[in-house]
């Protein structure tokens, strides 16, 4: 997260898949290319299940952490 | 990001609740995932998409050994009455507890991300349902609509 200034936030904590994925895609829609979303996650699938998505629809993972069972992801808009 | 997007082909065919979420939750992923999805309805599967039973699906205990229960239970006494509503209670419970959508609200995720969702005609015929008895969207239509779609689709599940 260090240098990169979201232009959106996503908090999905304590939801369970696939509703994570289903909001994140929709905030994604709602961005314009280049522009970035933050977001946190509990479901431990979304470790692998986010960057699946991204990997699918085409946009950046720039970052993923973990802290305390929540999952961070920084994306960009491909 | 490939060309041509890739294809899901799901027929759901049951009319429970466990197994109305695999078909709608899968169906809506790869919607996420830039996928072409279609969703055929037969037989009991058409109970999803009823507007004046999906709010209600039940689950059979009976028949059913993985039900969990809270205490050891044996299997054949799920044909005592009132068993079917004490499984779905419970099932109801523990899609509460880790916050899952409710089938109509995941089948209108799953409309709003462009899955096609296709109720069987003989279906309707047989049991008395018409199309206005169906979730908004949802279109009518016999098997070759449905395989049409199928023939180039990545991935086809029976459920």
Redesign the interface.
């Known amino acids: 997260m260090a240098d990169i200034k979201p232009d959106a936030t996503l908090d999905c904590k304590g939801m369970n898949c696939p509703l994570p994925i289903l909001k994140t895609k929709k905030a994604i829609q709602g961005l314009t290319t280049g522009q970035v979303l933050f977001l946190e996650v509990t479901d431990a699938g979304s470790k692998s299940d986010i960057p699946a998505l991204l990997r699918r629809t085409g946009d950046e993972l720039v970052e993923m952490n973990e802290s305390n069972g929540v999952f961070s992801f920084t994306i960009k808009k491909g | ?1 490939e060309n041509k997007k ?1 294809r899901m082909a799901i027929i759901a065919s049951k009319g429970t609740l466990d197994m109305a979420y695999p078909p709608l ?1 899968l169906a ?2 790869a919607a ?4 072409e999805v279609a969703i055929f309805y037969t037989l009991y599967g058409v109970d999803i998409v009823n507007k004046k039973k999906n709010h209600s699906l039940k689950v059979a205990p009976i028949a059913n050994p993985a039900m969990p229960s809270p205490v050891p239970f044996p299997n054949i006494l799920g044909v005592l009455p009132g068993m079917t509503s004490l499984a779905t209670m419970m099932m109801n419970g523990m899609i509460k507890k ?4 409710s089938i109509p609200e995941l089948l209108s ?1 799953c409309t709003e ?1 462009g899955v096609r969702m296709i109720a069987c005609t003989p279906t309707l015929e047989m049991t008395g349902v018409s199309k206005a008895d169906l979730v908004e969207g949802v279109e009518v239509a016999g098997a070759a609509e449905f395989l049409d779609f199928a023939f180039d689709a990545n991935i086809s599940l029976f459920v």
């Open positions: 990001m890739k939750i809506s992923t996420a995932m830039d996928a880790i916050n899952w959508p995720l991300a």
